[in-house]
C-alpha cells in the first residue's frame, strides 16, 4: 500500500509510456501476427512451394501498419525497411515458426499462457503505435483532424486494411473479406482510440498523453484477453452442423471446397447428387478418398457422365446405401443432446474414420 500510494498514476503513466519497445515487445508483435499468417488457409503450403511469397506475406503482417501510413502522408513506404535490426528479427520470428523442427517454436508460443502474454503485449504495441502515428501526422497537418485519424486508424490497424492485398500475394481473392465492410474488433478500436488521441493532440481532451496511452492500453489488454484467439479450425467456418472445434486437416479441406463454391464431401442429407468437390492437388488421392494425418475424408464422387484425365467416359456409379443414416433412424438422436441430424452424420463419420487408425496405435 505505501507503494502504490508513494506512486501516483501520473508518474505509473509516464514511466509506462517510456518503455522501449524494442525488442522485447516488437518480438511479441511479431510473434502474433505471423501466428495470424500462419492460421490462414494454405499458408503453410505457401511457405513449402514458394518461401518468398510467404516471406512478403509476413513482412506485410508485420509492417503493413508503417507501409500504409507513409503512403497516405507522402512519405517512401519502404522507409521502415531500413531498420534492419527489426527487419531481421521479423524474419526470424517467420523462419522459426513455419520452418522450426518438429514445429517446436510454434508449439512453445501456441501454449495458452504464453499466447496471453503476447496478445497482451501486442496490443502494448497497437496504441503506441496510434499515438506516434498521430503525433507524426500532426507535424505535417496542424489542423488536419481528418489526417491526423486516419493516420492513427492505418497505424493500429493496417494489417487488416491491407488483408486483401495480402490475399492477393497468397493467391487469394476474396473481395467479400473487405476490412472497411466487415470490420473487426482491433479495426473498430484503432478508430475509436485514432479519435481519442487526435482530440488529445488538439487539446480538446484535458488528458495527458502519457495518461491516454496508459489508459486505453489497458482498454485494449483487458478486451483482446477475454475474446477467444482465432484457432486453425475458427478462421473459417466448418462443415454444416459441426462448426468449431473440427480437426484441421477437416477443416482445410471444408475451406478448399468452399473456395471453390462447392460442398464439403462429407456425409448428411442436405448434399445433393450435383454438389462435387474439386479435384486437388498432393491431399486427394485417385481412389480413396483425402488422406490427412488422423482423419480419412471421403473422396469426391464423379460428376454424372464425368470425363477422367485420360479422357475415357466414367459410367455413373449407384451411390451406396448410407449405413450411417438407417443406425441414426433406427437408434434415434440421444437424449439431452440438442444437435441436429447433420452433427450426428457428420460426427460419426469422423470417429469411424479415426476409430481404425486408434487401433492400430494400440
Known amino acids: 500500500m505505501e507503494l502504490l500510494s508513494a506512486l501516483s498514476l501520473g508518474e505509473l503513466a509516464l514511466s509506462f509510456s517510456r518503455v522501449p519497445l524494442f525488442p522485447v515487445f516488437d518480438l511479441s508483435y511479431f510473434i502474433v501476427s505471423i501466428l495470424y499468417l500462419k492460421y490462414e488457409p494454405g499458408a503453410v503450403e ?21 507501409i500504409l501510413a507513409d503512403l497516405l502522408l507522402g512519405e517512401p513506404v519502404t522507409d521502415y525497411f531500413s531498420n534492419n535490426s527489426s527487419v531481421l528479427l521479423a524474419s526470424a520470428v517467420w523462419y522459426l515458426i513455419f520452418f522450426c523442427p518438429m514445429d517446436l517454436f510454434y508449439k512453445c508460443v501456441c501454449f495458452l499462457p504464453v499466447k496471453l502474454i503476447f496478445v497482451a503485449m501486442k496490443e502494448v504495441v497497437r496504441v503506441r503505435k496510434i499515438a506516434v502515428g498521430i503525433h507524426h501526422a500532426h507535424h505535417h497537418y496542424h489542423h488536419g483532424w481528418f489526417v491526423m485519424i486516419a493516420t492513427g486508424w492505418v497505424k493500429g490497424a493496417g494489417v487488416a486494411l491491407l488483408s486483401n492485398f495480402e490475399q492477393l500475394l497468397r493467391g487469394v481473392w476474396k473481395p467479400e473479406t473487405n476490412e472497411i465492410m466487415h470490420m473487426s474488433f482491433p479495426t473498430k478500436a484503432s478508430l475509436y482510440g485514432a479519435v481519442l488521441f487526435t482530440l488529445q493532440q488538439t487539446r480538446w481532451l484535458p488528458v495527458s498523453k502519457a495518461s491516454l496511452i496508459f489508459l486505453f492500453t489497458m482498454f485494449m489488454v483487458s478486451c483482446k484477453v477475454r475474446l477467444p484467439a482465432p484457432l486453425p479450425s475458427q478462421c473459417y467456418p466448418g462443415p454444416p452442423g459441426i462448426g468449431a472445434g473440427i480437426p484441421e486437416q477437416v477443416a482445410h479441406t471444408w475451406a478448399a471446397c468452399q473456395e471453390a463454391g462447392t460442398a464439403f464431401p462429407g456425409p448428411g442429407p442436405s ?4 454438389q462435387r468437390c474439386p479435384g486437388a492437388s498432393g491431399g486427394e488421392s485417385r481412389t480413396g478418398g483425402w488422406e490427412l494425418p488422423g482423419v480419412v475424408v471421403p473422396a469426391c464422387n464423379p460428376s454424372p457422365g464425368g470425363v477422367e484425365a485420360g479422357g475415357s467416359q466414367v459410367p455413373d456409379q449407384p451411390e451406396p446405401p448410407n449405413t450411417t443414416v438407417s443406425k441414426y433412424k433406427e437408434k434415434g438422436p440421444e437424449r439431452g443432446s440438442g444437435r441436429g441430424e447433420s452433427a450426428w452424420l457428420a460426427l460419426g463419420s469422423i470417429a469411424k474414420n479415426l476409430d481404425p487408425l486408434a487401433r492400430q496405435q494400440k
Do not use: T
Not at 47 to 59: E, I, K, Y
Not at 271 to 274: A, N, Y
Open 46 to 66: 505457401l511457405s513449402r512451394r514458394h518461401p518468398v511469397a510467404s516471406w512478403l506475406c509476413a513482412m506485410l503482417h508485420c509492417f503493413g501498419s508503417y
Open 271 to 274: 448434399l445433393s447428387e450435383k
